[in-house]
Antibody, heavy 114, light 107 residues
Framework: EVQVLESGGGLVQPGNSLKLSCATSGFTFSTAWMYWYRQFPEKRLEWVARIKAKSNNYATDYTESVKGRFTISRDDSKSSIYLQMNNLKEEDTAIYYC?????WGQGASVTVSS | DIVLTQSPATLSVTPGESVSLSCRASQGISTSIHWYQQKSNESPRLLIKYASQSISGIPSRFSGSGSGTDFTLSINRVESEDFSVYYCQQSYSLPLTFGSGTKLEIK
């Protein structure tokens, strides 16, 4: 059974940083392309970042609004991915989901507020 | 960016009715469209991939069709557990984008 579990969410002040983690099991992680998505309070869904597999040189892509602030990474030995979020803004407030193909985790809530 | 327009925004139906939800892309995307269901306080669940491909564990009453710019998610004989929000997503090009959703509610 595929399992995806996010952690690391919380309340942070604007300008601060937060790192989300995503632990997975039940599939061949080393060859998987992994994704972060987010869902804003008004329920709009947005793709955040993608990281490809080692065979694709771990190439990464980001949505425009997070380029230069967010970094996606992975540790194949732990079947995990991460999202380092720096210089957070109030508009980054959302539930962040980790996903492999169509399997999404339960989400991690991130609130950016002073 | 590819814009996905879902219609209607809300669909009110009686259990047992069959329904069709629409997703229109701002440019041709072949069959690179996927459909998700999201119930309250849950994460999205993949229902259909690549326009019409079924997903293991998803009831057969859910089906998808379309190519190019116009796509449809059909639910044959809606059941009570189907009342939720449905989103389409394109994977044709970056950035990946979602539609704004169709809420299926009980009439």
């Amino acid at each position: 059974e595929v399992q995806v579990l996010e952690s690391g969410g919380g309340l942070v002040q604007p300008g601060n940083s937060l790192k989300l983690s995503c632990a997975t099991s039940g599939f061949t992680f080393s060859t998987a392309w992994m994704y972060w998505y987010r869902q804003f309070p008004e329920k709009r869904l947005e793709w955040v970042a993608r990281i490809k597999a080692k065979s694709n040189n771990y190439a990464t892509d980001y949505t425009e609004s997070v380029k230069g602030r967010f970094t996606i990474s992975r540790d194949d030995s732990k079947s995990s991915i991460y999202l380092q979020m720096n210089n957070l803004k109030e508009e980054d407030t959302a539930i962040y989901y980790c996903a492999w193909v169509g399997a999404w985790g339960q989400g991690a809530s991130v609130t950016v507020s002073s | 960016d590819i814009v996905l327009t879902q219609s209607p925004a809300t669909l009110s139906v009686t259990p047992g009715e069959s329904v069709s939800l629409s997703c229109r892309a701002s440019q041709g995307i072949s069959t690179s469209i996927h459909w998700y269901q999201q119930k309250s306080n849950e994460s999205p669940r993949l229902l259909i991939k690549y326009a019409s491909q079924s997903i293991s564990g998803i009831p057969s009453r859910f089906s998808g069709s379309g190519s190019g710019t116009d796509f449809t998610l059909s639910i044959n004989r809606v059941e009570s557990e189907d009342f939720s929000v449905y989103y389409c997503q394109q994977s044709y090009s970056l950035p990946l984008t979602f539609g704004s959703g169709t809420k299926l509610e009980i009439k």
